[in-house]
């Protein structure tokens, strides 16, 4: 059992004990004294043994205060990876080569291990997110003082590598923010690569945001590819991929001299417009449907920003502002009453299929 | 790779380490050319800039003189301003 599947199993234990309570309470079911006393010693047992092995959140209380202490460790991380950094600028001018390339080499390795055993000594992964946070920094610093003292030329590969190193670690502990931090260096590194097949020079690709579109579609396709223990994980490839694909939409929709097509700059925009309203919508109705709740938020996010945008671009010059945030406010109960609509379909379709067997 | 995740992780740090310092041995097992430079072309970077690191490089800078645009033949601008109406007249500089 993952630890991803046992924080699952707590939380319907939890559920299920305030869920009998209040039958209990509304006189629709009571337990006789030694069956609630044995499912309660049982769950009680189940939750020790699952912390013990798992070290999960078992109350909510806990849950949130593991939100907190996620918080933390990715400040801290930060904190970490500059203070690395800052500290190998400050000193390399006083090492001759060979020690610098040691020093470089070394760090990483020594950042691998730690999160090693940091992994071995806390299972909930908030340390071990740190050090491997701290030995992909030390891996980028690795390369990219190698990249200066012996003045190879600059490549779009690397971020493949580093891709690769923090996927590495993700996988092997479980760690979310290193696959999203893995991710990242991935889109770089497609993006680049589409940019350098159309012609253009690996660092410019950013300037044509459709090679990020052809970056997130990937990582949107990469999300399908089955994960049987680290279950969570295909959400943050489905995330990062729309995200990316959606802000290149935003940006193309407002700088259609970005674009790459063979269009006038207005003819794009109007284009990457349509497009992020159909975008967007299209990733709503797959949230609902899939019952992803992460996507379906991401696309009413970005439905509302579209829209958000081009109604500033329309009406902002020549309404009066009063006018125009009554405006933007009854748009914004439009989208809630269309938004309600669609959660009591979704609402209607799993009662259905609850119902059916 | 639950288990041998580290591995893979070290691995690569290896590898790649090992593929760049080669790469920098092969391409220093050859001059083709010397620049001797003093410092005059040297100059260090101000106190303010190096504060935070202690590294010396070294950027060089080439400038290369572009080709001088051929004139513009105004002939046709003129006559097609004074079939619009208006009359142009040469300026001197300023």
């Known amino acids: ?357 | 790779m639950r288990r041998h995740g580290w591995k893979l992780a070290v691995a690569l740090v290896l590898l790649v380490t090992g593929w760049v310092l080669a790469g920098a041995a092969w391409n220093r097992s050859a001059t083709e050319a010397e620049v001797v430079l003093t410092e005059r072309e040297l100059p260090l970077a101000p106190v303010f800039l190096r504060a935070e690191s202690s590294g010396v490089a070294l950027r060089i800078e080439t400038t290369a003189v572009a080709p001088r645009p051929a004139p513009r033949r105004l002939a046709g601008d003129h006559r097609r301003a004074a079939a619009a109406g208006h009359r142009l007249r040469r300026v001197a500089p300023t």
């Not at chain 1, 003292?149 to 590969?157: A, C, E, G, L, Y």
């Not at chain 1, 929709?253 to 284009?271: F, I, M």
């Open chain 1, 1 to 357: 059992m993952t630890r991803d599947e046992a924080q699952a199993r707590a939380d319907r234990v939890r559920a299920f004990q305030d869920e009998l309570g209040a039958l209990e309470q509304e006189g629709a079911l009571a337990l006789a004294a030694d069956q609630r006393a044995r499912v309660a010693a049982h769950h009680a047992a189940l939750l020790a043994a699952l912390t013990a092995e798992h070290d999960i959140d078992a109350t909510g209380g806990q849950k949130q205060l593991s939100w907190g202490m996620r918080i933390v460790a990715f400040l801290g991380a930060v904190a970490f990876s500059a203070a690395v950094w800052f500290l190998f600028y400050r000193y390399w001018g006083y090492l001759g080569v060979p020690v610098q390339v040691a020093v470089l080499a070394a760090a990483p390795l020594v950042g691998v291990g730690a999160t090693e055993l940091a992994a071995r000594r806390d299972r909930s992964g908030t340390f071990a997110t740190i050090t491997a946070l701290v030995a992909l920094a030390a891996f980028v610093l690795d390369l990219s003082m190698l990249g200066q003292i012996f003045d190879v030329t600059p490549s779009q590969h690397a971020f493949l590598v580093w891709a690769a190193f923090a996927l590495f670690l993700a996988y092997a502990h479980g760690l979310r923010l290193l696959l999203v931090a893995g991710l990242c260096c991935l889109l770089a590194w497609l993006s680049a690569s589409a940019g350098t097949f159309g012609g253009i020079y690996w660092i410019s690709a950013g300037e044509r945001p459709e090679t990020v579109i052809a970056g997130g579609l990937v990582l949107f396709g990469l999300s399908f590819v089955p994960h049987r223990v680290r279950t969570a994980f295909p959400a943050a490839y489905r995330i990062t991929g729309l995200l990316a694909v959606l802000v290149a939409i935003l940006i193309l929709a407002d700088w259609g001299n970005a674009s790459a097509l063979p269009l006038s700059r207005v003819a794009a925009e109007h284009l990457y417009q349509v497009a992020g309203f159909a975008a967007s919508a299209a990733v709503i109705l797959l949230g609902v449907r899939r019952g992803w709740p992460g996507t379906a938020n991401l696309g009413s996010t970005a439905f509302t920003i579209f829209l958000y945008t081009k109604l500033y671009d329309w009406w902002w010059e020549w309404m009066p502002r009063y006018l125009f945030f009554l405006v933007l406010g009854l748009v914004a109960t439009l989208l809630l009453l269309v938004l309600r609509r669609l959660r009591a379909a979704s609402q209607a379709v799993r009662a259905a299929a609850e119902v059916a067997p």
